[in-house]
Protein backbone atom coordinates (compact mmCIF):
# COMPACT_ATOMS: atom_id res chain seq x y z
CA UNK A 1 0.00 0.00 0.00
CA UNK A 2 1.15 3.45 -0.97
CA UNK A 3 -0.12 5.32 2.29
CA UNK A 4 -2.12 7.74 0.70
CA UNK A 5 -5.87 7.38 2.11
CA UNK A 6 -8.93 9.33 0.67
CA UNK A 7 -12.67 9.73 1.79
CA UNK A 8 -15.47 9.05 1.87
CA UNK A 9 -14.77 6.08 -0.79
CA UNK A 10 -18.19 6.55 -2.31
CA UNK A 11 -20.35 9.55 -2.53
CA UNK A 12 -24.04 11.13 -3.52
CA UNK A 13 -24.61 14.07 -4.33
CA UNK A 14 -27.73 16.20 -6.38
CA UNK A 15 -26.55 18.95 -8.71
CA UNK A 16 -25.79 22.71 -7.02
CA UNK A 17 -25.24 20.85 -3.87
CA UNK A 18 -21.65 21.31 -2.32
CA UNK A 19 -19.04 18.50 -1.62
CA UNK A 20 -15.50 18.23 0.33
CA UNK A 21 -13.36 15.25 -0.19
CA UNK A 22 -10.40 14.60 1.93
CA UNK A 23 -6.84 13.08 1.26
CA UNK A 24 -3.90 12.41 3.76
CA UNK A 25 -0.90 12.36 1.90
CA UNK A 26 1.88 9.33 2.50
CA UNK A 27 4.41 10.00 5.28
CA UNK A 28 7.20 12.09 4.43
CA UNK A 29 5.21 13.60 1.22
CA UNK A 30 4.39 17.67 1.66
CA UNK A 31 3.23 17.99 -1.64
CA UNK A 32 -0.40 16.93 -2.63
CA UNK A 33 -2.18 16.62 -6.38
CA UNK A 34 -5.64 16.17 -6.93
CA UNK A 35 -6.99 14.66 -10.62
CA UNK A 36 -10.45 14.25 -11.71
CA UNK A 37 -10.92 10.68 -13.54
CA UNK A 38 -14.53 10.68 -16.22
CA UNK A 39 -15.25 6.87 -16.29
CA UNK A 40 -12.86 6.03 -19.75
CA UNK A 41 -10.46 8.43 -19.35
CA UNK A 42 -7.40 9.33 -17.93
CA UNK A 43 -7.18 11.59 -15.05
CA UNK A 44 -7.08 14.99 -15.28
CA UNK A 45 -4.92 17.44 -13.20
CA UNK A 46 -7.26 19.97 -10.80
CA UNK A 47 -4.06 21.27 -8.74
CA UNK A 48 -1.65 21.14 -6.40
CA UNK A 49 -0.82 21.77 -2.90
CA UNK A 50 2.85 22.56 -1.62
CA UNK A 51 3.15 23.71 2.01
CA UNK A 52 -0.28 24.50 2.32
CA UNK A 53 -0.04 26.76 -0.87
CA UNK A 54 -1.67 26.55 -3.98
CA UNK A 55 0.90 25.80 -6.50
CA UNK A 56 -0.07 24.90 -10.39
CA UNK A 57 -3.89 24.29 -11.16
CA UNK A 58 -5.26 22.94 -14.35
CA UNK A 59 -8.36 24.26 -16.51
CA UNK A 60 -10.79 23.58 -13.89
CA UNK A 61 -13.15 26.65 -12.89
CA UNK A 62 -13.02 28.31 -9.32
CA UNK A 63 -16.32 26.44 -8.14
CA UNK A 64 -13.14 23.81 -7.50
CA UNK A 65 -11.13 24.78 -4.47
CA UNK A 66 -9.03 23.14 -2.17
CA UNK A 67 -6.76 23.32 1.31
CA UNK A 68 -4.13 21.96 2.89
CA UNK A 69 -3.19 21.31 6.09
CA UNK A 70 0.08 21.60 8.73
CA UNK A 71 0.11 18.03 8.75
CA UNK A 72 0.04 18.00 4.74
CA UNK A 73 -3.25 16.65 4.65
CA UNK A 74 -5.69 18.28 1.88
CA UNK A 75 -9.43 18.96 1.51
CA UNK A 76 -11.16 19.53 -2.52
CA UNK A 77 -14.01 21.77 -1.95
CA UNK A 78 -16.63 21.43 -5.25
CA UNK A 79 -19.47 24.06 -4.66
CA UNK A 80 -22.24 24.41 -7.35
CA UNK A 81 -22.55 20.26 -8.50
CA UNK A 82 -22.84 19.77 -12.11
CA UNK A 83 -23.82 16.46 -13.48
CA UNK A 84 -20.85 16.42 -14.97
CA UNK A 85 -18.97 16.76 -12.00
CA UNK A 86 -19.49 12.88 -11.54
CA UNK A 87 -16.24 11.50 -11.68
CA UNK A 88 -13.80 9.40 -10.01
CA UNK A 89 -11.46 11.68 -8.03
CA UNK A 90 -7.70 10.79 -6.96
CA UNK A 91 -6.01 12.20 -4.57
CA UNK A 92 -1.45 11.71 -5.05
CA UNK A 93 1.24 12.61 -2.36
CA UNK A 94 4.98 13.19 -3.56
CA UNK A 95 7.87 14.52 -2.12
CA UNK A 96 8.09 17.87 -3.18
CA UNK A 97 11.26 17.21 -5.55
CA UNK A 98 10.79 17.90 -9.14
CA UNK A 99 9.77 14.56 -11.23
CA UNK A 100 9.28 12.99 -8.62
CA UNK A 101 7.24 9.91 -8.34
CA UNK A 102 3.68 10.70 -7.83
CA UNK A 103 1.41 7.93 -5.49
CA UNK A 104 -2.45 7.87 -5.65
CA UNK A 105 -4.71 7.23 -3.30
CA UNK A 106 -7.67 4.84 -3.89
CA UNK A 107 -10.01 8.10 -4.81
CA UNK A 108 -13.46 9.02 -3.87
CA UNK A 109 -16.48 8.04 -6.73
CA UNK A 110 -18.89 11.24 -6.63
CA UNK A 111 -22.01 10.58 -8.51
CA UNK A 112 -24.31 14.00 -9.03
CA UNK A 113 -27.90 13.32 -9.48
CA UNK B 1 -2.35 23.10 -24.81
CA UNK B 2 -0.53 20.31 -23.51
CA UNK B 3 -1.60 16.91 -24.98
CA UNK B 4 -0.78 12.67 -24.34
CA UNK B 5 -2.17 10.66 -27.02
CA UNK B 6 -2.47 7.10 -26.83
CA UNK B 7 -2.63 3.72 -28.54
CA UNK B 8 -4.70 1.51 -29.23
CA UNK B 9 -7.57 1.96 -26.79
CA UNK B 10 -7.81 -2.20 -26.80
CA UNK B 11 -5.65 -4.74 -26.91
CA UNK B 12 -6.33 -8.68 -26.74
CA UNK B 13 -3.65 -11.08 -26.37
CA UNK B 14 -2.71 -14.68 -25.86
CA UNK B 15 -0.90 -15.39 -22.58
CA UNK B 16 3.12 -15.77 -23.27
CA UNK B 17 2.54 -13.35 -25.77
CA UNK B 18 3.93 -9.40 -26.32
CA UNK B 19 1.96 -6.40 -25.58
CA UNK B 20 2.68 -2.85 -27.31
CA UNK B 21 1.31 0.18 -25.60
CA UNK B 22 2.49 3.52 -27.28
CA UNK B 23 1.65 7.15 -26.56
CA UNK B 24 3.13 10.57 -28.20
CA UNK B 25 3.41 13.91 -26.48
CA UNK B 26 3.36 17.46 -27.60
CA UNK B 27 5.21 19.55 -25.36
CA UNK B 28 8.40 19.08 -26.42
CA UNK B 29 9.88 20.16 -22.68
CA UNK B 30 8.38 17.30 -20.98
CA UNK B 31 10.84 15.26 -19.36
CA UNK B 32 9.49 12.41 -17.32
CA UNK B 33 6.84 9.82 -18.46
CA UNK B 34 5.34 7.31 -16.09
CA UNK B 35 3.19 4.64 -16.87
CA UNK B 36 0.58 3.54 -14.45
CA UNK B 37 -2.18 0.26 -14.11
CA UNK B 38 -5.06 0.41 -12.81
CA UNK B 39 -7.52 -2.43 -12.17
CA UNK B 40 -11.13 -2.09 -11.87
CA UNK B 41 -12.36 -0.31 -9.21
CA UNK B 42 -8.58 0.78 -7.98
CA UNK B 43 -5.80 3.34 -7.73
CA UNK B 44 -3.63 3.69 -10.41
CA UNK B 45 -0.09 2.01 -9.36
CA UNK B 46 3.22 3.53 -11.31
CA UNK B 47 4.81 0.60 -12.74
CA UNK B 48 8.01 2.06 -14.76
CA UNK B 49 8.71 5.65 -15.64
CA UNK B 50 11.54 7.08 -17.32
CA UNK B 51 13.82 10.48 -17.86
CA UNK B 52 14.17 12.30 -20.89
CA UNK B 53 18.32 11.55 -20.47
CA UNK B 54 17.31 7.75 -20.66
CA UNK B 55 16.18 5.87 -23.97
CA UNK B 56 14.93 2.91 -22.51
CA UNK B 57 14.44 1.20 -19.28
CA UNK B 58 13.38 -2.27 -18.31
CA UNK B 59 12.21 -4.04 -14.99
CA UNK B 60 11.62 -7.97 -15.66
CA UNK B 61 9.15 -8.37 -17.77
CA UNK B 62 8.09 -4.69 -18.70
CA UNK B 63 10.48 -2.16 -20.88
CA UNK B 64 10.18 1.23 -21.76
CA UNK B 65 11.30 3.42 -24.50
CA UNK B 66 11.40 6.60 -25.44
CA UNK B 67 12.15 8.93 -28.66
CA UNK B 68 12.30 12.43 -27.56
CA UNK B 69 13.18 14.00 -31.38
CA UNK B 70 9.93 12.22 -32.75
CA UNK B 71 8.30 12.70 -28.93
CA UNK B 72 6.98 8.87 -28.94
CA UNK B 73 7.14 6.57 -25.60
CA UNK B 74 6.59 3.23 -25.60
CA UNK B 75 5.71 0.17 -22.98
CA UNK B 76 6.54 -2.78 -23.75
CA UNK B 77 5.20 -6.27 -21.92
CA UNK B 78 7.02 -9.50 -22.53
CA UNK B 79 5.67 -13.13 -21.93
CA UNK B 80 2.04 -11.34 -20.68
CA UNK B 81 -0.08 -13.31 -18.36
CA UNK B 82 -3.49 -13.03 -17.27
CA UNK B 83 -2.43 -10.60 -14.09
CA UNK B 84 -1.66 -8.20 -16.67
CA UNK B 85 -4.90 -7.47 -17.58
CA UNK B 86 -6.05 -3.95 -16.66
CA UNK B 87 -6.05 -0.41 -17.92
CA UNK B 88 -2.49 0.92 -18.56
CA UNK B 89 -1.87 4.95 -18.40
CA UNK B 90 0.93 6.95 -20.14
CA UNK B 91 1.91 10.32 -18.88
CA UNK B 92 4.26 13.32 -19.24
CA UNK B 93 4.79 15.89 -17.35
CA UNK B 94 5.91 19.09 -19.13
CA UNK B 95 8.00 21.73 -17.68
CA UNK B 96 5.53 24.74 -17.21
CA UNK B 97 2.02 23.66 -16.05
CA UNK B 98 1.04 26.55 -13.73
CA UNK B 99 4.17 26.22 -11.68
CA UNK B 100 3.51 22.78 -10.27
CA UNK B 101 5.93 19.96 -9.75
CA UNK B 102 5.25 16.22 -10.77
CA UNK B 103 1.92 17.65 -12.55
CA UNK B 104 0.97 14.90 -14.83
CA UNK B 105 -0.83 14.82 -18.08
CA UNK B 106 -2.27 11.56 -18.82
CA UNK B 107 -3.21 9.40 -22.18
CA UNK B 108 -6.66 7.73 -22.61
CA UNK B 109 -5.52 4.26 -21.71
CA UNK B 110 -5.63 1.28 -22.96
CA UNK B 111 -7.94 -2.11 -22.22
CA UNK B 112 -5.21 -4.78 -21.89
CA UNK B 113 -6.91 -8.04 -22.21
CA UNK B 114 -4.75 -11.33 -21.64
CA UNK B 115 -5.96 -14.32 -22.77
CA UNK B 116 -5.55 -17.45 -20.91
Known amino acids: ETGVTQSPTHLIKTRGQQVTLRCSSQ?????VSWYQQALGQGPQFIFQ???????GRGNFPPRFSGLQFPNYSSELNVNALELDDSALYLC????????????FGSGTQLSVL | GENVEQHPSTLSVQEGDSAVIKCTYS??????FPWYKQELGKRPQLIID?????GEKKDQRIAVTLNKTAKHFSLHITETQPEDSAVYFC???????????????FGTGTLLAVQP
Open chain 1, 92 to 103: ASSDGTIDEKLF
Open chain 1, 27 to 31: SGHNT
Open chain 1, 49 to 55: YYREEEN
Open chain 2, 27 to 32: DSASNY
Open chain 2, 50 to 54: IRSNV
Open chain 2, 91 to 105: AASPMNYGGATNKLI
